[in-house]
């Protein structure tokens, strides 16, 4: 059973930048397929992110596109979000999950993520 954990939401000002950490057990990290999805309060779920386990493959939606940044570290079974320049729109739970495609050709549906954390809260206000 896969599970995964997310750190480092907070309450933080626009413009400020923010770092999430998810760190994942209980599977080959180095075979999974990672992605943060968003939702905000009220709104449908947005996949934000996601990186292929052999790293050939990322996805950045154009609503954080060259703001927000993905990446892993195998060793730590680790992904990491980093966010910078935060808008007011950026704020929700961001949730990591996993893709288990084994060619790395992962999907950017949220429904067809098979393990999900239970997110951490992200709040950009003035």
């Known amino acids: 059973q896969v599970q995964l954990v997310e750190f480092g939401g907070g309450l933080v000002q626009p413009g400020a930048s923010l770092r999430l950490s998810c760190v994942v057990s209980?599977?080959?990290?180095?075979?999974?397929?990672m992605a943060w999805i968003r939702q905000a309060a009220g709104k449908e779920r947005e996949f934000v992110t996601a990186?292929?386990?052999?790293?050939?493959?990322?996805y950045t939606a154009d609503s954080v596109k060259g703001r927000f940044t993905i990446s892993r570290d195998n060793n730590r079974n680790t992904v990491y979000l980093q966010m910078n320049n935060l808008t007011l729109e950026d704020t929700a739970t961001y949730y990591c999950?996993?893709?288990?495609?084994?060619?790395?050709?992962?999907?950017?549906?949220?429904?067809?993520?098979?393990?999900w954390g239970r997110g951490t809260q992200v709040t950009v206000s003035s």
């Open positions: 999950a996993v893709d288990f495609v084994p060619t790395g050709n992962y999907s950017t549906n949220p429904s067809e993520y098979d393990y």
């Open positions: 209980g599977g080959d990290f180095s075979r999974l397929n």
């Open positions: 990186i292929s386990f052999h790293v050939q493959k990322i």
